[in-house]
């Protein structure tokens, strides 16, 4: 009895986070129903529903997500694995450190997108130059995670690795990568987060397949039911990305309370 | 001995030029292997001179200034209310049952998809750059700003439950200072957005004057040289922007007392 009346109270104090989201979308219907605006200004939350599931039906969504999923996978196993071996490299030897912080240090000040119209010159319009800027996206954040992670390792870690005789590389694989996985892990996050958002931009600038090209075609054609599905279904898989990080993270992480 | 240290400290900094100087070698290296590759591999010398030529016919500072104003006045829009959001949040449990839940949600959509949307809606002119950098301020100022005031500590709010203020008292004379720290890192957060966004609705929309736009016509042109003149701007000038607002938060902050 207590048990249900528990879980009733946890609805209740819960509830109250949907209010305002769904107040929103009532007044959104509403709006739509009385007409204020023309159907090319705003669709009804119900004609953002049809169109998701045609576009669902048809195969041109998964098409779609396939394609900017397939990019941003490859993108972001490359340029994190990048900055997770520079950062390691550089926290350990400060010979490494030296040799590319400041040239990284200048990189870092321009902004991911700022470098998409070069990269385009560079590498043309086709596949390589989005695996490239999300690459770049993911490097910064997880290299700087990591050389943070590695410099805060104590020292008497490296104290008993020396003790034990361990060669380098199991003084990275046992202890180094170990000691820093949670603050790794949360600079991963944030790499897979931004390089979620440079590729939806990206793919808004020069594409002929993905979320931010059907979101552009979609706004050529004023088709604002399409466009509405895209910022959707982006909101949706950057959330997705971001809760299930966090819950590895958590679960990761907790060798290090007990 | 002491001489020879030092001799080997200044070697030890300049191995942060190897790399730079590599890749300008190289990067002449392939201009020189003929014309189709002096295209994308800009010769050094031609970045330098279209520079001059930039610099002399103002063509860089109208576009850089045009930026500036967009990033500028997105940052005080949405601070502005970015700071009045979070504040009525952590004054009003209300607001913040009400808001907070909205925030979150509408917080997860990548801003820049929200472009083709802002586009439609409001054309591709001002207001919409504006607006979008506005929000990329805002998210960040709403945060800090909330979390600032929920942990000042519970004695200064019960010191001014004593004097009698009231809410506009308190909020003024007693969370605003107590969580200044919080809300200026939201602040070099929201500068560091509103940039990144500027830079790409310029390049997204490509009307007007503004930095992106200008790397967008370039590209479109095969100019390298600009493109990677209008890079390096936008990287200096970020920098700097962000050296002058940690200056004057420091300034701002120069009351407390740490360490």
């Given at each position: 009895?207590?048990?249900?009346?528990?879980?009733?109270?946890?609805?209740?104090?819960?509830?109250?986070?949907?209010?305002?989201?769904?107040?929103?979308?009532?007044?959104?219907?509403?709006?739509?129903?009385?007409?204020?605006?023309?159907?090319?200004?705003?669709?009804?939350?119900?004609?953002?529903?049809?169109?998701?599931?045609?576009?669902?039906?048809?195969?041109?969504?998964?098409?779609?997500?396939?394609?900017?999923?397939?990019?941003?996978?490859?993108?972001?196993?490359?340029?994190?694995?990048?900055?997770?071996?520079f950062?390691?490299l550089m926290g350990l030897f400060q010979s490494v450190n030296s040799f590319f912080a400041p040239s990284f240090n200048s990189i870092r000040q321009?902004?991911?997108?700022?470098?998409?119209?070069?990269?385009?010159?560079?590498?043309?319009?086709?596949?390589?130059?989005?695996?490239?800027?999300?690459?770049?996206?993911?490097?910064?954040?997880?290299?700087?995670?990591?050389y943070?992670?590695?410099k805060?390792?104590?020292?008497?870690?490296?104290?008993?690795?020396?003790?034990?005789?361990?060669?380098?590389?199991?003084?990275?694989?046992?202890?180094?990568?170990?000691?820093?996985?949670?603050?790794?892990?949360?600079?991963?996050?944030?790499?897979?987060?931004?390089?979620?958002?440079?590729?939806?931009?990206?793919?808004?600038?020069?594409?002929?397949?993905?979320?931010?090209?059907?979101?552009?075609?979609?706004?050529?054609?004023?088709?604002?039911?399409?466009?509405?599905?895209?910022?959707?279904?982006?909101?949706?898989?950057?959330?997705?990305?971001?809760?299930?990080?966090?819950?590895?993270?958590?679960?990761?992480?907790?060798?290090?309370?007990? | 001995m002491k001489k020879l240290n030092q001799f080997a400290l200044r070697i030890s900094r300049l191995r942060g030029f190897l790399l730079p100087i590599a890749v300008a070698l190289?990067?002449?290296?392939?201009?020189?292997?003929?014309?189709?590759?002096?295209?994308?591999?800009?010769?050094?010398?031609?970045?330098?001179?279209?520079?001059?030529?930039?610099?002399?016919?103002?063509?860089?500072?109208?576009?850089?200034?045009?930026?500036?104003?967009?990033?500028?006045?997105?940052?005080?829009?949405?601070?502005?209310?970015?700071?009045?959001?979070?504040?009525?949040?952590?004054?009003?449990?209300?607001?913040?049952?009400?808001?907070?839940?909205?925030?979150?949600?509408?917080?997860?959509?990548?801003?820049?998809?929200?472009?083709?949307?802002?586009?439609?809606?409001?054309?591709?002119?001002?207001?919409?750059?504006?607006?979008?950098?506005?929000?990329?301020?805002?998210?960040?100022?709403?945060?800090?700003?909330?979390?600032?005031?929920?942990?000042?500590?519970?004695?200064?709010?019960?010191?001014?439950?004593?004097?009698?203020?009231?809410?506009?008292?308190?909020?003024?004379?007693?969370?605003?200072?107590?969580?200044?720290?919080?809300?200026?890192?939201?602040?070099?957060?929201?500068?560091?957005?509103?940039?990144?966004?500027?830079?790409?609705?310029?390049?997204?929309?490509?009307?007007?004057?503004?930095?992106?736009?200008?790397?967008?016509?370039?590209?479109?042109?095969?100019?390298?040289?600009?493109?990677?003149?209008?890079?390096?701007?936008?990287?200096?000038?970020?920098l700097?922007?962000?050296n002058?607002?940690?200056?004057?938060?420091?300034?701002?902050?120069?009351?407390?007392?740490?360490?």
């Amino acid at each position: 009895m207590t048990k249900v009346w528990g879980w009733a109270d946890s609805f209740r104090a819960h509830s109250v986070y949907f209010l305002s989201p769904l107040l929103l979308l009532v007044i959104w219907a509403w709006v739509c129903s009385v007409g204020i605006f023309p159907e090319q200004i705003l669709v009804s939350p119900y004609g953002v529903y049809e169109t998701s599931r045609e576009l669902w039906a048809s195969g041109e969504l998964p098409l779609h997500l396939q394609d900017s999923l397939y990019r941003l996978g490859w993108g972001f196993a490359i340029g994190s694995l990048l900055g997770l071996l520079f950062g390691v490299l550089m926290g350990l030897f400060q010979s490494v450190n030296s040799f590319f912080a400041p040239s990284f240090n200048s990189i870092r000040q321009v902004p991911t997108i700022a470098f998409i119209p070069m990269l385009i010159m560079i590498f043309g319009v086709e596949e390589t130059f989005k695996i490239v800027v999300v690459a770049k996206a993911a490097f910064f954040p997880v290299i700087l995670a990591t050389y943070d992670a590695v410099k805060g390792i104590p020292r008497s870690y490296f104290e008993v690795s020396r003790v034990y005789q361990l060669p380098t590389w199991h003084l990275i694989t046992r202890i180094v990568l170990p000691a820093t996985t949670p603050p790794i892990l949360t600079g991963f996050r944030l790499a897979l987060g931004r390089s979620w958002m440079v590729l939806v931009a990206a793919e808004l600038i020069a594409a002929d397949s993905g979320i931010g090209q059907m979101m552009e075609m979609g706004r050529q054609m004023f088709r604002i039911d399409i466009v509405l599905v895209g910022v959707l279904v982006t909101g949706l898989i950057g959330f997705l990305f971001d809760r299930g990080l966090r819950s590895v993270e958590a679960h990761l992480g907790k060798w290090k309370y007990r | 001995m002491k001489k020879l240290n030092q001799f080997a400290l200044r070697i030890s900094r300049l191995r942060g030029f190897l790399l730079p100087i590599a890749v300008a070698l190289i990067w002449e290296f392939m201009s020189r292997q003929g014309d189709a590759y002096a295209y994308t591999f800009v010769p050094l010398s031609q970045i330098i001179l279209s520079f001059i030529e930039l610099l002399k016919s103002g063509e860089l500072l109208i576009n850089l200034v045009a930026t500036l104003q967009t990033t500028v006045t997105g940052l005080i829009l949405g601070g502005v209310t970015g700071l009045l959001v979070g504040g009525l949040m952590a004054v009003s449990p209300t607001a913040n049952k009400l808001i907070g839940p909205l925030y979150h949600t509408l917080r997860q959509v990548p801003l820049l998809g929200l472009i083709p949307l802002i586009a439609l809606w409001f054309g591709n002119g001002l207001f919409s750059k504006v607006l979008i950098v506005s929000l990329a301020a805002f998210y960040p100022v709403v945060l800090n700003t909330f979390e600032g005031m929920r942990g000042v500590e519970k004695k200064y709010i019960e010191v001014s439950s004593v004097l009698k203020f009231n809410r506009f008292q308190l909020f003024i004379n007693v969370l605003l200072p107590a969580a200044m720290p919080s809300i200026l890192t939201g602040v070099m957060h929201a500068l560091a957005f509103a940039w990144i966004s500027t830079v790409g609705t310029e390049l997204l929309f490509s009307t007007g004057p503004g930095l992106g736009g200008l790397m967008q016509i370039a590209q479109e042109a095969s100019r390298m040289d600009i493109v990677i003149i209008a890079v390096a701007s936008i990287g200096l000038t970020g920098l700097l922007m962000n050296n002058g607002l940690f200056r004057i938060s420091q300034y701002l902050l120069r009351w407390r007392s740490v360490r």
